[in-house]
């Protein structure tokens, strides 16, 4: 290891790493603007300048910047020394020429690292007495505020808009002290990432527009450490509360999972927490149909009632923890469980789960994803299903970039000099879908495929790389050809799957892929991707042989059942409605918990208002099988408790004795890893609630918190105790301690100097690097551990066979990143940007119709009627529908169809921007 001096003291550093990595790795502050530890080094803001010497005897040095200088052993260096602080100051003056003075009404006050660099060194008095520069600010969208005034030209945003995000409609323009960072034109931000604009802008210029107009000042957030509920990524993030609403959501980082940034979906679609559809009270259904509120006792005693009556049946939800779902299971007892999947979802992830499991391949995380150096992705579109892999698969194409740098002694923070060096020759990505996706401006080539056809091309990879002859000869035996060449050259190959296309044809060509690769001497990694934030857990919790809704049904009829459980989940979004109808009517009672209305609740003889994710503790499993564990940010309002407590009080009632020894979270947890071996690990995740950091809790107010007593100064001005938190590691107070404990356990980042959330620094091993505490969540998928199970004695669910008939069209799922979720549609902001249903045709298919885009379908004989749009990538006879949209429920994937013009369809107006990350490509009018 390197040894430099920094103001006489000689430190050990890493090799590779620049004097700014370097400095802030040692603890020593050294500020900065446009260095970020994910997109590295330019040099643009000068305001990392040190002095160098050349030797012991150099008293003058020069002045260079810490962020373009590595680190070589014997340098010398002065931070401290007059040259290099004036020259910062003078710096920082500058940029404060035309920089408004309203930090007090800033939204960005308070968390700001201008702030923090300007104290840091030193500036205070302005010379400048000219007139400021000032701009019109621009409408971004429903997400992202703008006030451009407060640019200190830093270029942060447009590098990660653009180089790293792949976005294009956000720009610098004009020259000197006029730049000006924004869209050619106002317009909705296009970019899927445009949220992390927020948490790179290094000042106010682009803030959380939902936070400003429900506005709360930064120390005041009550925050908890929690995972996204948006999909299967499992993202960390700290959600911040005030007032008893969700006021914002940041990312948390995790070396493994989402690194610095999450997708807006989960930055953004979290509101539906203060939503007015939010059930407060029990509510029992009357003779008349409508609902009386009981309060808690009542409504627990009328559900022992129901579950004491026997031919009890439970539906679970992959939405909801897994220690909720586990105890839904020993109420109902296995063989009466059901996971809460669509009929056919739940063979696709209980198939996904198995492939993982017997794969020799890695299951890959994040990190890992980013140093594919060959990808192979059949029939996902990942952007829109697991956005975080997106972005994720948009690094891993500058492999070649690094590898050409390696090759001239470049380091990977040389950001400039590297993107110069490539210019455009990326690590090969190639992509089968049935139409475009987002990821296509940087993919090698993407294929437009049916189903199957995506299936037939992964068996000949696969069947290329072990040398034999592709026993599917065809149209994609000559493109696999390349595919295979290219994954053979590849040290490290990825393949990506999942159940978005609906097909497990799909899933076990991907499979094989990897295994191929695999038993030809590469450690190739296989990632597929499942639809929600407990998917994966849910499959090892029910196992492959739990019955489904269908059989749930047949149970009904047969009068086997006559109180049915539903856990949050709308089983008008799982199955046909006509289904779902008889279900719920030959069964005598049906008790919901949920957090929202809707349709199951509407349906309900008793609904249990449920805490959503911010209001209640739980672990979910991701689709890499990682174990994470979330922690409620404020206490439930009203009568509603975590389903959780719900299902175990209901027991408890009803003397069950699988229950006695359960009185904590904790102990549903532990219960769960000794009864279901696939779980086992689960306990892992997080600290159990009687870890203590250095003898006290950790904190969920911030230590400038502040307005306790304010708070509810119109009800008392006494403050009275603070709620204890008996259920986990944290308090709801100030007091405490948020220093050196495990990752799982970092509610917020703040440091003396350092207010803002590049404060990260100080709780990193070293700067970028994994968190002190270690990565939160455990592994329960161990990668590369099966080695050597046969992909092909792995029975796939059936099919329906490909049909030639001119007059039936392929239902294929087009899920989308705002819509298809069903909680984040309804948060405000991402409201706006979800459109109607629709169903995208090729323009041959178009035609046969007489069809054009806004005009409507109907979709086999009555089954829906959707708008139509008309995509020239789609392939002939497919048509791709909104998955998770109105109007989509009654669709079958791959299920073929008639379609025939709509009558009487009203067009509806086209808005420029509208459809944002509703259409496949990165930018949409």
């Given at each position: 290891?390197?040894?430099?001096?920094i103001?006489?003291?000689?430190?050990?550093?890493?090799?590779?790493r620049?004097?700014?990595?370097?400095?802030?790795?040692?603890?020593?502050?050294?500020?900065?603007?446009?260095?970020?530890?994910a997109?590295?080094?330019i040099?643009?803001?000068?305001?990392?300048?040190?002095?160098?010497?050349?030797?012991?005897?150099d008293?003058?040095?020069?002045?260079?910047?810490?962020?373009?200088?590595?680190?070589?052993?014997?340098?010398?260096?002065?931070?401290?020394?007059?040259?290099?602080?004036?020259?910062?100051?003078?710096?920082?003056?500058?940029?404060?020429?035309?920089?408004?003075?309203?930090?007090?009404?800033?939204?960005?006050g308070?968390?700001?690292?201008?702030?923090?660099?300007?104290v840091?060194?030193?500036?205070?008095?302005?010379?400048?007495?000219?007139?400021k520069n000032?701009?019109?600010?621009?409408?971004?969208?429903?997400?992202?505020?703008?006030?451009?005034?407060?640019?200190?030209t830093?270029?942060?945003?447009?590098?990660?808009?653009?180089?790293?995000?792949?976005?294009?409609?956000?720009?610098a323009?004009?020259?000197?002290?006029?730049?000006?960072?924004?869209?050619?034109?106002?317009?909705?931000?296009?970019?899927e990432?445009?949220?992390?604009?927020?948490?790179?802008c290094?000042t106010?210029?682009?803030?959380?527009?939902?936070?400003?107009?429900?506005?709360?000042?930064?120390?005041?957030?009550?925050?908890?450490?929690?995972?996204?509920?948006?999909?299967?990524?499992g993202?960390?993030?700290?959600?911040?509360?005030?007032?008893?609403?969700?006021?914002?959501?940041?990312?948390?980082?995790?070396?493994?999972?989402?690194?610095?940034?999450?997708?807006?979906?989960?930055?953004?679609?979290?509101?539906?927490?203060?939503s007015?559809?939010?059930?407060?009270?029990?509510?029992?259904?009357?003779a008349?149909?409508?609902?009386?509120?009981?309060?808690h006792?009542?409504?627990?005693?009328r559900?022992?009632?129901?579950?004491?009556?026997?031919?009890?049946?439970?539906?679970?939800?992959?939405?909801?923890?897994?220690?909720?779902?586990?105890?839904?299971?020993?109420?109902a007892?296995?063989?009466?469980?059901?996971?809460?999947?669509?009929?056919?979802?739940?063979?696709?992830?209980?198939?996904?789960?198995?492939?993982?499991?017997q794969?020799?391949?890695?299951?890959?995380?994040?990190?890992?994803?980013?140093?594919?150096?060959?990808?192979?992705?059949?029939?996902?579109?990942?952007?829109?299903?697991?956005?975080?892999?997106?972005l994720?698969?948009?690094?891993?194409?500058?492999?070649?970039?690094?590898?050409m740098?390696?090759?001239?002694?470049?380091?990977?923070?040389?950001?400039a000099?590297?993107?110069?060096?490539?210019?455009?020759?990326?690590?090969?990505l190639?992509?089968?879908?049935?139409?475009?996706?987002?990821?296509?401006?940087?993919?090698?080539?993407?294929?437009?495929?049916?189903?199957?056809?995506?299936?037939?091309l992964?068996q000949?990879?696969?069947?290329?790389?072990?040398?034999a002859?592709?026993?599917?000869?065809?149209?994609t035996?000559?493109?696999?050809?390349?595919?295979?060449?290219?994954?053979?050259?590849?040290?490290?190959?990825?393949?990506?799957?999942?159940?978005?296309?609906?097909?497990?044809?799909?899933l076990?060509?991907?499979a094989e892929?990897?295994?191929?690769?695999?038993?030809?001497?590469?450690?190739?990694?296989?990632?597929?991707?499942?639809?929600?934030?407990?998917?994966?857990?849910?499959?090892?919790l029910?196992?492959?042989?739990?019955?489904?809704?269908?059989?749930?049904?047949?149970?009904?009829?047969a009068?086997?059942?006559?109180?049915?459980?539903?856990?949050?989940?709308?089983?008008?979004?799982?199955?046909?409605?006509?289904?779902?109808?008889?279900?719920?009517?030959?069964c005598?009672?049906?008790?919901?918990?949920?957090?929202?209305?809707?349709?199951?609740?509407?349906?309900?003889?008793?609904?249990?208002?449920?805490?959503?994710?911010?209001?209640?503790?739980?672990?979910?499993?991701s689709l890499?099988?990682?174990?994470q564990?979330?922690?409620?940010?404020?206490?439930?309002?009203?009568?509603?408790?975590?389903?959780?407590?719900?299902?175990?009080?209901?027991?408890?009632?009803?003397?069950?004795?699988?229950?006695?020894?359960?009185?904590?979270?904790?102990?549903?947890t532990?219960?769960?890893?000794?009864?279901?071996?696939?779980?086992?690990?689960?306990t892992?995740?997080?600290p159990?609630?009687?870890?203590?950091?250095?003898?006290?809790?950790?904190?969920?107010?911030?230590?400038r918190?502040?307005?306790?007593?304010?708070?509810r100064?119109?009800?008392?001005?006494h403050?009275?105790?603070?709620?204890?938190?008996?259920?986990t590691?944290?308090?709801?107070?100030?007091?405490?301690?948020?220093?050196?404990?495990?990752?799982?356990?970092?509610?917020?980042?703040?440091?003396?100097?350092?207010?803002?959330?590049?404060?990260?620094h100080?709780?990193?091993?070293?700067?970028?690097?994994?968190?002190?505490?270690?990565?939160?969540?455990?592994?329960?998928?161990?990668?590369g551990?099966?080695?050597?199970?046969?992909?092909s004695?792995?029975?796939?669910?059936?099919?329906?066979?490909?049909?030639?008939?001119?007059?039936?069209?392929?239902?294929?799922?087009?899920?989308?990143i705002?819509?298809s979720?069903?909680?984040?549609?309804?948060?405000?902001?991402?409201?706006?940007?979800?459109?109607?249903?629709?169903?995208?045709?090729?323009?041959?298919?178009?035609?046969?119709?007489?069809?054009?885009?806004?005009?409507g379908?109907?979709?086999?004989?009555?089954?829906?009627?959707?708008?139509?749009?008309?995509?020239?990538?789609?392939?002939?006879?497919?048509?791709?529908?909104?998955?998770g949209?109105?109007?989509?429920g009654?669709?079958?994937?791959?299920?073929?169809?008639?379609?025939?013009?709509?009558?009487?369809?009203?067009?509806?107006?086209?808005?420029?921007?509208?459809?944002?990350?509703?259409?496949?490509?990165?930018?949409?009018?």
């Amino acid at each position: 290891m390197p040894t430099i001096t920094i103001d006489g003291v000689a430190y050990e550093v890493e090799a590779g790493r620049n004097l700014l990595e370097s400095c802030l790795s040692l603890g020593l502050d050294l500020p900065y603007f446009c260095w970020h530890p994910a997109m590295g080094s330019i040099g643009a803001c000068r305001q990392c300048a040190v002095v160098q010497y050349q030797n012991a005897e150099d008293n003058r040095g020069r002045i260079v910047m810490g962020c373009m200088t590595p680190v070589t052993d014997g340098a010398i260096f002065s931070l401290s020394g007059d040259k290099a602080r004036h020259f910062r100051e003078a710096i920082v003056e500058s940029l404060m020429l035309n920089h408004p003075h309203d930090c007090p009404v800033c939204a960005e006050g308070g968390e700001c690292h201008l702030q923090d660099m300007t104290v840091m060194v030193g500036h205070r008095d302005r010379h400048y007495r000219g007139r400021k520069n000032t701009h019109r600010n621009q409408y971004l969208g429903p997400l992202i505020n703008h006030e451009m005034n407060r640019c200190i030209t830093c270029y942060r945003c447009t590098r990660y808009y653009r180089d790293y995000a792949g976005g294009t409609d956000l720009a610098a323009m004009a020259a000197h002290d006029h730049i000006y960072f924004g869209r050619h034109q106002e317009g909705v931000l296009q970019s899927e990432f445009a949220g992390n604009l927020v948490e790179v802008c290094p000042t106010g210029v682009f803030t959380d527009k939902s936070l400003v107009h429900d506005y709360t000042r930064k120390w005041d957030l009550q925050s908890a450490p929690s995972v996204c509920t948006a999909c299967a990524v499992g993202c960390n993030t700290i959600p911040g509360e005030r007032y008893g609403r969700l006021k914002r959501v940041h990312n948390r980082f995790n070396a493994e999972v989402n690194g610095y940034f999450l997708c807006d979906r989960g930055r953004f679609g979290a509101g539906f927490v203060n939503s007015d559809r939010a059930l407060e009270f029990p509510g029992l259904r009357e003779a008349d149909g409508r609902y009386r509120a009981l309060d808690h006792h009542d409504a627990l005693h009328r559900m022992m009632d129901s579950c004491a009556a026997g031919k009890v049946a439970g539906i679970g939800s992959p939405r909801a923890s897994v220690e909720a779902n586990y105890l839904l299971r020993l109420l109902a007892g296995t063989d009466n469980f059901a996971p809460g999947f669509s009929d056919a979802e739940q063979d696709l992830v209980n198939l996904a789960l198995r492939l993982q499991q017997q794969s020799a391949a890695v299951t890959p995380d994040i990190r890992t994803i980013e140093s594919a150096d060959a990808v192979l992705v059949l029939g996902e579109d990942v952007t829109n299903t697991a956005p975080r892999i997106a972005l994720a698969l948009r690094q891993s194409v500058r492999n070649k970039a690094y590898e050409m740098a390696a090759g001239l002694r470049l380091e990977t923070w040389q950001d400039a000099a590297i993107r110069n060096l490539a210019q455009q020759q990326r690590s090969p990505l190639f992509i089968a879908a049935v139409a475009d996706t987002p990821l296509d401006d940087v993919a090698t080539r993407r294929l437009s495929l049916a189903p199957e056809g995506i299936a037939a091309l992964g068996q000949a990879v696969a069947a290329g790389i072990s040398g034999a002859a592709s026993a599917t000869p065809g149209s994609t035996s000559g493109e696999a050809v390349d595919i295979v060449a290219a994954l053979a050259r590849a040290s490290r190959p990825l393949v990506i799957a999942g159940t978005g296309c609906g097909s497990a044809a799909v899933l076990q060509a991907a499979a094989e892929v990897a295994n191929a690769l695999c038993s030809s001497g590469r450690q190739a990694m296989l990632c597929l991707c499942v639809p929600e934030a407990n998917s994966l857990g849910q499959a090892m919790l029910a196992g492959p042989k739990a019955p489904n809704l269908g059989a749930l049904e047949e149970r009904a009829r047969a009068g086997e059942i006559d109180t049915l459980v539903v856990l949050e989940n709308d089983l008008y979004r799982r199955g046909n409605s006509a289904g779902i109808d008889a279900l719920l009517a030959e069964c005598r009672n049906v008790i919901v918990l949920d957090g929202l209305d809707n349709a199951t609740t509407s349906a309900a003889t008793l609904v249990l208002p449920a805490a959503n994710f911010a209001e209640s503790e739980g672990t979910l499993v991701s689709l890499e099988g990682r174990a994470q564990r979330y922690y409620p940010l404020f206490q439930p309002r009203e009568e509603r408790r975590p389903s959780w407590v719900w299902l175990l009080a209901c027991m408890k009632e009803l003397e069950r004795p699988d229950v006695h020894s359960l009185h904590h979270f904790d102990d549903i947890t532990r219960a769960c890893a000794a009864d279901i071996p696939a779980l086992a690990g689960i306990t892992a995740a997080a600290p159990d609630l009687h870890y203590l950091n250095l003898g006290v809790k950790i904190p969920r107010q911030p230590s400038r918190y502040s307005g306790r007593t304010a708070m509810r100064a119109n009800i008392s001005v006494h403050e009275p105790k603070q709620r204890e938190d008996e259920e986990t590691p944290l308090a709801f107070t100030m007091e405490g301690l948020n220093r050196s404990q495990p990752g799982a356990l970092l509610p917020w980042v703040w440091s003396p100097g350092w207010n803002s959330n590049q404060s990260l620094h100080k709780f990193q091993t070293h700067a970028g690097g994994p968190l002190k505490g270690g990565t939160a969540g455990v592994r329960l998928l161990h990668p590369g551990a099966a080695g050597g199970h046969r992909i092909s004695d792995i029975t796939a669910p059936a099919t329906a066979a490909a049909s030639a008939a001119p007059d039936l069209w392929q239902l294929v799922p087009r899920p989308r990143i705002f819509g298809s979720d069903e909680l984040s549609a309804l948060s405000p902001g991402l409201a706006e940007l979800v459109v109607p249903g629709f169903i995208e045709l090729s323009p041959a298919d178009a035609g046969r119709l007489g069809v054009a885009t806004g005009d409507g379908v109907d979709v086999g004989d009555g089954i829906a009627t959707l708008e139509v749009r008309v995509n020239a990538t789609m392939t002939t006879g497919c048509a791709g529908y909104s998955a998770g949209f109105a109007g989509s429920g009654n669709l079958a994937p791959l299920a073929r169809v008639t379609l025939q013009r709509a009558a009487n369809w009203q067009r509806r107006p086209q808005l420029i921007g509208s459809d944002r990350g509703n259409g496949s490509g990165s930018s949409h009018v």
